[in-house]
T-cell receptor
Framework: DAGVTQSPTHLIKTRGQQVTLRCSPKSGHDTVSWYQQALGQGPQFIFQYYEEEERQRGNFPDRFSGHQFPNYSSELNVNALLLGDSALYLC???????????????FGPGTRLTVL | AQSVTQLDSQVPVFEEAPVELRCNYSSSVSVYLFWYVQYPNQGLQLLLKYLSGSTLVKGINGFEAEFNKSQTSFHLRKPSVHISDTAEYFCAVSPGSARQLTFGSGTQLTVLP
């Protein structure tokens, strides 16, 4: 079992650019959540995808958007990048495996985004 | 809405000493409670979780936590720490019927030789 995988590992962009981050969930999982972790802080929930639709959203602007594909993998897109978007972006997957199902999330290693 | 407060941002402790990392939460509904560990430049790894039942929960690497509903706390403990336990620890809550996690700001545990 490969677990949750994310790509790329690191990314450097300049202000105003757009970025796409990718995530493949753990085998058997159908729900993908995205979190932003700024330096020295806890992760903040961005949104969650299930059945190819955004089901829940945290307090993030519309510049943050996503997509889920039929194979359950997901993308996070951020438009018009700001310096404050520099962070570690974590993907987590969940599903009916693991006892409590959707309330237990497995995290990937993250993508470190630096905006200059 | 839920919120999580981790009362100590940094906890230094000597090797083989006991440690307690404190977590308090606020929620208007029942929640599931979690502790995650994050090693440098890595993602989050689940240490333990409270769903229901016994209020004392045992996790991986010798960690345990106790759920106290009256005090809305979920403190993490280990009787004897190792150098390898040096990491950032996050407490998180999730509403029973929803799916997103709300995290605290983290506690950096540093184990000293």
């Amino acid at each position: 079992d490969a677990g949750v995988t994310q790509s790329p590992t690191h990314l450097i962009k300049t202000r105003g650019q757009q970025v796409t981050l990718r995530c493949s969930p753990k085998s058997g999982h159908d729900t993908v959540s995205w979190y932003q972790q700024a330096l020295g802080q806890g992760p903040q929930f961005i949104f969650q995808y299930y059945e190819e639709e955004e089901r829940q959203r945290g307090n993030f602007p519309d510049r943050f958007s996503g997509h889920q594909f039929p194979n359950y993998s997901s993308e996070l897109n951020v438009n018009a990048l700001l310096l404050g978007d520099s962070a570690l972006y974590l993907c987590a997957s969940s599903g009916l495996q693991g006892g409590v199902g959707y309330n237990e999330q497995f995290f990937g290693p993250g993508t470190r985004l630096t905006v200059l | 809405a839920q919120s999580v407060t981790q009362l100590d941002s940094q906890v230094p402790v000597f090797e083989e000493a006991p440690v307690e990392l404190r977590c308090n939460y606020s929620s208007s509904v029942s929640v599931y409670l979690f502790w995650y560990v994050q090693y440098p430049n890595q993602g989050l790894q689940l240490l333990l979780k409270y769903l229901s039942g016994s209020t004392l929960v045992k996790g991986i690497n010798g960690f345990e936590a106790e759920f106290n509903k009256s005090q809305t706390s979920f403190h993490l403990r280990k009787p004897s720490v190792h150098i390898s336990d040096t990491a950032e620890y996050f407490c998180a809550v999730s509403p029973g019927s929803a799916r997103q996690l709300t995290f605290g700001s983290g506690t950096q545990l540093t184990v000293l030789p």
